[in-house]
Each structure stands twice: as C-alpha cells, then as structure tokens.
C-alpha cells in the first residue's frame, strides 16, 4: 500500500495543558528515537484517529512538520485512550531509518475452508494473532494470509515454521508455535468450556479485504 502521511506542528501545550489542547480538537503527539531528540507535536485529532486505525502499530507513516520540509517516518507505538469515550488522547511515534531493519508485530488473518470443519465437524482455534517480523520499515507486510484450506483431519494445525515470509521478511516468532488448529468437537452433554469457531474469510473475501486497506 502506498506510505500514507499525517501533517503535524509543533507543540509547546505540555503537561496539565494538554487536556485545553484536545479541547480544541488537538491531539498530543510525541515522536522519539534511537540517536535523536525527542519532540513535542500535535495534530488535528480526527485525523490522528483515521491514520491511526489505518496504519495500525506495523504500517509506517510519514510525519511532515508544518511550514517546513522535515519528514520522519515512523511507526505508531503507543496510543492512550479516553477509558470512557475510547477516544484517542495521545500517540507515541517512533522515528525509523528506511534503510535498517526493524521489528514489528504483523497481524495474522485465516483464509480458505477447511475440510476437517465440513467433514469432521473440527473446531478452529488460533492461537497466535500476530507474528513477530524483522526486514526493512517499507517491506513491512500490512498482514500475514495464513491458508486452512489443507486443514484436512482434527488435531492438525499450522505452525509457524510453515509459513514462508518471502526474501527479506524473517520471522522472529519460535518456528514451532501453533498459528491454528483443527480441535475435536464438543458434544458432552453440560460441557462448561467450548472453544469459538474462527470464522474464517473465503480467498475471495481475504483479496478484497487486503485490496480495501483494511488492518
């Protein structure tokens, strides 16, 4: 997807102040990192939480200061929200270097049927949610497409060592972690504990979530 950027200012509002500032529809934001000075920013807030809900924490972005031809690319690290309202009070960035590798956590999304759920009437469970991924910050996979579609018998599953990430991409999750499994039905009579089906996109269905920018 193409590198998406948020306009941001300088912010001199700090501490106890910053709650007149959100008044205004200003959102606090701080950018940091390795090798450089931390700074103060603040941004419209409708548009903070878009760009937000856009890029999620493994997306990278580009900060462009106002009146100046300054741009850092950054990932989104910390968001604090309103306990109430949910509505996003503040934003930590971390500065990255487009040509070092870094660290992120890259959602996993299941697509396909599989047949040990028609046939054997199997529960899907997954267990991980997200992988841990090193490469470059603009090689950084929006998602991970995981197929079920060879889910065959109950018990079976896919690890992580399974997957292949492609040239560039290395997986930092332990290769023997279960993605997802294929359970065995439930169908004692007063069984407390029942695992929820994934519901899970058909292939169709995963390409054009990934074609609407969806995270």
Known sequence: MDTVSLDVSPRGTLRKKVKALRRTGMVP?????KGMPSKALQADGSTVSKIVRQ???????????????????VFVREIQHHPVTNRILHVDFFRVDATTKTVG??????????????????V???????LSVECLPMEMPERIQIDISGLEELDQGIRVSDYDPGSGIAILTDPEELIVR????????GESERPEAVDVPTANQ?????????T
Request: glycine share 12%; charged share 15%; net charge negative.
């Open 105 to 122: 956590e890259v959602p996993v999304v299941l697509f396909g049927e599989a047949p040990a759920i028609r046939v054997h009437r199997g």
């Open 206 to 214: 995963a390409a054009e979530s990934a074609a609407a920018g969806g």
């Open 124 to 130: 899907l469970m997954q267990t991980l949610h997200t």
């Open 55 to 73: 890029v999620g924490h493994n997306i990278p972005l580009y900060l462009k200061l106002e009146g100046t031809m300054e741009q850092d690319l």
């Open 182 to 189: 294929v359970g065995a039905p439930r169908i004692a009579e």
């Open 29 to 33: 934001l701080h950018l940091y990192g």
